[in-house]
């Protein structure tokens, strides 16, 4: 029997009158004052525990079936699991996790995987002390010795530079504060490259050069970005014979090549920006590889001298473009190009020999799968890694052997108890949008829970940047699924799953076809008999949490709850204030909000601002306070303007995790936590809690 106990009021943010102006227009905010960039207000601090406090006595009741959730889904885990080694230079890298612990060690062994093994970096000895620790990325020196990473401890991705000497097991004393998670070496193995984020925008704009055992403010500056629309990163191709400098954009890319062996690196400029052109080189043998969308929307693959870039007459076609395939990535080998492209939604591999013969492609029998390239680090291989995975597969580590076509599964993640694949199936159907659009849909449920009229449903999108929501395997998701619940990814326009096209008719001044596709779908489900439509649920993070607040304010009898992760919420405010990171680069996505033909479309759906007296769905929502991408106080403004406007009883709730960012909690059980909560929710909405069979006390 449920145990009833007294819960608090809502916590109610007083509305304080506020107005936000700009060319086009003023706009009250009443609850603009809950915007504390210095994190230290303590009315917004304590406004936004007491929202802790609430969602916590809310959930309660549910916390038996969370703890059992989240039982399940850290049983299913192998917890002394290790990725499989790849080469290089003489060493196998791998990263491993021991049993109990949260984070990696990254090892390597010398001259084969049977090698010694010599940990690198032990994540769970560097967070210890920190409530959030992510290392960002690792390289490397020519030399095999130094070691360069970078390392965030609170959640913001504001990354420090740091550097061990891998023959003494020394942690050096140099330490760069404020960069991006990517670094590079120079041949001498003293200095690197990195990538200095502006301290307001957080956008990487300044590549310095930093030498070991030197004042960071010696760091010699190699190239400034000037362009707020574009972020710069830095690499090396693939034979370590060039240097690369990116700026790059979500539609354009500038990029400056230097030669790797230089005591002092000059870059050249490869191609100047051009909007539209999406450029991304490789090398080989005195020649580009460049996968291109110059003339060819969907990408295509071409080659060019060193030095005759420019020269369009110059590049010579090696993968043409094509209207009905993308080509999404590649890889370059001394023998044959390895390409990912999507076909139908979906992506796969494909094999294109230099000494001529037919392509090699590489397929699936599942109704619904991914393909993509995996760690191929030397030149000279004979064999492509790529990995492969789908909704009743876990993640599978492949190589494939160009010259037999043998297959070979190197490993798939293990699910522990009683997981077995053949219990659970997956369809790949089409939805009708109402303007004629076929809409794709990835189902995945349980074999003896098929789609019926009582089934309940949780639909997933995102649809945004043109980042393809890919049909993959959840282990976590099980738990759902083992429920009765049928699970489905909307793969809506503003992604690219059919192609450019697909991206482009779901951005900008088309971003409403985003929010009616996901709605169609829904429909479509209903109408088919595959769900209860009493039981309909929706989840989506970040752009798609914005997908989330319009459907909520559009169609809100269509969902009986909906899940939603560092929302943005707030469009046209944020796309306003070009000092909060990620707004001036995403002019592309969104519009400029300065021109009045996008001010007025942001305005007409932005979340925040439609939001209106009706009934809404209850809700779940859930932020980061180090959030660089998504601020706090766009959801927790939202929250606040939805309990004072709407006309029903459903809770809303939002919590608030004081100790991260974007990404939610670092470790790899400490976010599960997070979703056995989500899932708890869901569950309890839905009837199917048991004896904790409802939200609230």
Request: charged content about 25%.
């Amino acid at each position: 029997m449920t145990r009833h106990v007294p819960v608090p009021a809502p916590p109610a943010a007083a509305p304080r009158r506020y107005e936000l102006h700009s060319p086009l227009g003023t706009r009250a905010d009443e609850y603009y004052w809950l915007r504390d960039d210095s994190r230290a207000d303590p009315a917004v601090r304590a406004h936004l525990e007491a929202e802790n406090a609430y969602t916590a006595a809310m959930l309660e009741s549910l916390r038996p079936l969370e703890d059992e959730i989240y039982a399940e889904i850290v049983g299913r885990i192998k917890q002394d699991d290790a990725s499989v080694p790849y080469r290089k230079r003489g060493f196998w890298y791998y990263t491993r996790y021991d049993s109990g612990l949260e984070y990696p060690l990254y090892c390597r062994r010398p001259g084969s995987p049977e090698g010694p093994e010599q940990v690198m970096l032990d994540g769970n000895a560097m967070a210890a002390g920190s409530e959030f620790f992510q290392v960002g990325g690792i390289a490397i020196a020519r030399d095999d010795r130094m070691l360069a990473f970078t390392e965030d401890r609170v959640g913001r991705r504001q990354y420090t530079l740091r550097f061990r000497d891998l023959a003494t097991g020394e942690f050096l004393e140099d330490a760069v504060p404020n960069v991006e998670a990517g670094v590079v070496w120079l041949a001498d193995a003293c200095a690197v490259l990195y990538v200095e984020k502006h301290p307001e925008t957080l956008l990487g704009y300044r590549v310095r050069c930093h030498r070991l055992g030197t004042a960071v403010a010696e760091d010699a500056l190699v190239y400034e970005l000037d362009d707020p629309s574009l972020f710069t990163s830095v690499d090396h191709t693939k034979d370590e014979k060039y240097l690369l400098i990116v700026a790059g954009g979500h539609d354009a890319t500038e990029v400056r090549y230097a030669e790797a062996t230089a005591p002092v690196p000059r870059f050249t400029l490869m191609l100047p920006k051009e909007d539209g052109h999406e450029y991304y080189p490789e090398h080989l043998d005195g020649r580009w590889i460049m996968r291109s969308n110059w003339q060819a929307p969907n990408f295509r693959l071409v080659e060019v001298p060193v030095g005759r870039e420019a020269d369009r007459d110059a590049w010579r076609d090696l993968v043409p473009h094509r209207d009905d395939a993308s080509l999404e990535d590649f890889d370059v080998f001394e023998r044959f190009l390895a390409i990912n492209e999507r076909s139908g939604g979906l992506l796969r591999m494909r094999i294109r020999p230099w000494r001529g013969g037919p392509d090699v492609f590489i397929d699936s029998d599942e109704p619904a799968f991914t393909m993509g390239l995996g760690a191929n680090l030397e030149m000279a291989a004979g064999e492509v890694r790529y990995t492969y995975t789908s909704p009743t597969t876990p993640p599978s580590t492949y190589d494939y052997d160009v010259e037999s076509g043998a297959r070979t599964l190197l490993k798939r993640e293990p699910v522990l108890g009683d997981f077995d694949p053949g219990r659970y199936a997956t369809e790949y159907r089409w939805a009708p949008a109402r303007d004629g659009a076929r809409v794709p849909v990835t189902l995945v449920y349980r074999r003896d829970f098929p789609p019926s009229p009582g089934s309940p449903l949780l639909q997933y999108g995102y649809g945004a940047y043109g980042l393809s929501m890919d049909p993959e395997f959840s282990l976590a998701r099980l738990s759902l699924l083992d429920r009765g619940f049928v699970f489905a990814i909307a793969h809506v326009r503003g992604g690219q799953e059919m192609g450019r096209a697909w991206y482009d008719a779901g951005k900008l001044l088309a971003k409403k076809n985003t929010f009616n596709d996901f709605i169609d779908v829904t429909r479509h489900l209903v109408a088919a008999g595959c769900v209860d439509p009493a039981r309909v649920f929706a989840t989506g993070g970040s752009a798609g949490g914005l997908l989330m607040g319009a459907i909520a304010n559009v169609a809100p009898e269509l969902y009986r709850g909906i899940v939603t992760q560092v929302p943005f919420v707030d469009v046209l405010t944020t796309m306003l204030d070009e000092g909060l990171p990620l707004t001036t680069n995403e002019y592309v996505e969104w519009g400029d909000p300065r021109i009045p033909e996008y001010h007025d479309y942001m305005l007409s759906y932005s979340p925040y601002d439609n939001v209106r007296a009706q009934e809404y769905p209850a809700m779940l929502v859930t932020t980061g306070f180090w959030d660089s991408q998504v601020q706090y106080f766009e959801p927790a403004k939202w929250v606040a303007r939805l309990r004072r406007l709407k006309t029903d009883d459903h809770p809303v709730l939002l919590r608030i995790n004081m100790e991260a960012g974007h990404g939610g909690k670092s470790g790899r059980f400490r976010r599960y936590r997070e979703i056995a909560e989500e899932f708890a929710f869901l569950l309890g909405l839905a009837g199917l809690a048991g004896q904790a069979g409802r939200v609230g006390p």
